[in-house]
């Protein structure tokens, strides 16, 4: 068949799929529907500034820690940088179709801190504002709903240099200023805002080492700076949620959270040694940020583990952080298997978070099994942990309001396949079955599950991978002009919302 590039208002290239033709997948869903789940449940696709929007240094924008990093050598595996991305500063209108033509509820999006305040403080530039402002109309015009996330790893460079970023307590008030300064001119269309994403993989990436003046990071400090920038970002969280609570919830009928990448743990064995290390393991990964924001102070396991670098919240700063999320967004991933013992295969050094203690290793297998399918970026794709996670967060947490603010699977980048290789996603297909499957067990055993959201609307900068990483719904040709095209995995979700 002849594949058209999906144009703005392009509907018919989303209409219908066969069960065998390649462009479904080749997959035959199961016997789950939309209205298997609840009425109000969302389903939509998200997304970052960084990684779709380009336009680095377009009508007035600052640079971002991404910009400068992304220019430094061998900073991106690829030599690849973000600077026009997947052009949806200017290909806006085109996103939104996308979004439209799938027939999702929501679009979770970030706003890029520069494309505001250039310099992260000072005088706001119009130029930004009217872009998002042109975003989130055409958003509501197609009856999308947006859910806006402040930060996604986009820290001002100029605070970077300034005062060393998160390193730095200042940045709590400074971006408590850029938060406010959206909840103004935006809150009264957008009713759901994230603070940030994904604090931890943040840390690990980013703000741990590269956010300190001089970029000197060694490993006697990495820890620490790591917990300091984290113990930052609570607070920046907690102080843009009070300014919300007290001069804008009320008026807008808004809500605010977080979103936290949070994997499940399972236990190797039944043995309660092992048991005890997938707890721990969990707090180390969820509890980091979760347990402040519910009961008011880092998990134990942390305190007794990495006493020496992790700060201490005053009892001011408990009041603040308790309670400071109206929801919880889990970012999920993967599972990996959890031992007490040093065994082949396992791993005490992890890549998020950023520790682990002396008897807590990781692995993906278990009797030469491995857990799940691996995707392109080395993460194991195992849609029963989502369940297990949810469920146990409830437990943990006393029930709170949780969405799936990402999750997704990545194909590597092939520059010899062809243009209808490359929409052939069937693995894509069975992920976002199989999650959605295992996301409504866990709305039906209690969980307040409100929705979920794929990662990613479209291929797009995957960070330190450049463009090898493609987690999209749509595959989008950065060799010519940025066309989009829908995936198999596109058309299977456009049918199962319908």
């Known amino acids: ?22 462009d479904s997948g080749g997959i035959t ?23 779709i929007e380009g336009g680095a240094f377009t009508d007035g924008k600052g640079n971002s820690s991404w910009d400068y990093t992304a220019h430094q050598p061998g900073a991106i595996l690829t030599g690849e940088n973000g600077d026009v991305a997947c052009d949806s500063y200017h290909k806006y209108e085109e996103d939104v179709c996308l979004l439209a033509n799938l027939g999702v509820d929501a679009y979770r999006f970030s706003i890029a801190w520069t494309r505001i305040y250039p310099d992260g403080v000072g005088e706001i530039n119009q130029f930004g504002v009217n872009y998002y402002n042109r975003l989130i109309d055409s958003l509501l015009a197609k009856g999308i709903v947006p859910y806006v996330t402040l930060y ?16 730095n307590e200042q940045i709590v008030n400074d971006f408590a200023v850029f938060a406010e300064t959206c909840f103004d001119l935006f809150g009264d269309r957008v009713k759901h805002w994230i603070t940030v994403n994904e604090p931890t993989v943040d840390l690990a990436l980013n703000s741990g080492c590269v956010t300190t003046a001089d970029y000197n990071c060694t490993e006697s400090n ?33 809500i605010i959270g977080i979103s936290l990448d949070i994997q499940w743990f399972e236990p190797l064995t039944n043995s309660e040694a092992d048991i005890r290390a997938a707890a721990t393991a969990l707090a180390f990964r969820g ?49 990996e298997y959890i031992s007490s013992k040093a065994l082949l295969g396992f ?12 008897d807590v290793y990781v692995g993906k297998t278990k009797h030469g099994e491995a857990i799940g399918p691996e995707g392109a970026s080395g993460l194991n794709i195992v849609p029963w942990g989502l369940e297990k996670l949810l469920v146990k967060l409830k437990e943990l947490y006393g029930n709170p309001v949780f969405y799936i603010t990402e999750t997704g699977v990545s194909e590597l980048r092939n520059p010899n396949n062809s243009l209808e290789e490359n929409l052939n ?22 969980v307040q599950l ?22 999209g719904l749509h595959y989008v040709d950065f060799d010519d002009g940025q066309k989009r095209y829908p995936k198999a995995s596109a058309l299977w979700l456009k049918q199962f919302l319908q």
């Not at 919300?244 to 919830?249: A, G, L, M, P, T």
């Not at 942390?302 to 970012?331: C, R």
């Not at 791993?347 to 203690?357: G, I, K, R, W």
Request: hydrophobic share 35%; proline share 6%; charged share 20%.
């Open 1 to 22: 068949m002849t594949i058209l590039p999906l144009e703005t208002g392009d509907a018919e290239t989303l209409q219908g799929s066969s069960d065998k033709h390649p």
């Open 29 to 51: 869903p199961r016997a789950i529907y939309r209205n298997d789940f609840p009425q109000e449940f969302v389903f939509g696709c998200a997304t970052s500034a960084y990684q």
């Open 152 to 167: 996604h790893w986009d820290v001002p460079q100029a605070l970077i240099f300034k005062y060393g970023g998160w390193q």
């Open 222 to 254: 990495k820890q620490q700076r790591r917990y300091i920038a984290g113990h930052n970002m609570l607070l920046a969280h907690a102080t843009s949620v009070k300014i919300f609570r007290e001069k804008y919830q009320a008026s807008t009928g808004g």
């Open 287 to 335: 509890g980091w940020f979760m347990d402040p924001l519910f009961h008011g102070d880092y998990p134990q396991e942390i305190k007794d583990e990495m006493n020496y670098a992790l700060p201490v919240f005053t009892e001011e700063q408990k009041i603040l952080v308790k309670g400071s999320a109206d929801f919880i967004g889990v970012n999920y991933y993967t599972a």
């Open 347 to 358: 791993s005490n050094e992890p890549a998020f978070p950023v520790t682990y203690p002396s």
């Open 425 to 446: 996603d069937e693995i894509r297909v069975q992920y976002l079955h199989d999650h959605f499957e295992y996301a409504l067990n866990s709305v039906k055993r209690g």
């Open 450 to 471: 409100r929705g979920i959201f794929a990662w990613s609307l479209m291929d797009n900068f995957e960070w330190s991978w450049g463009y090898d990483y493609k987690f």
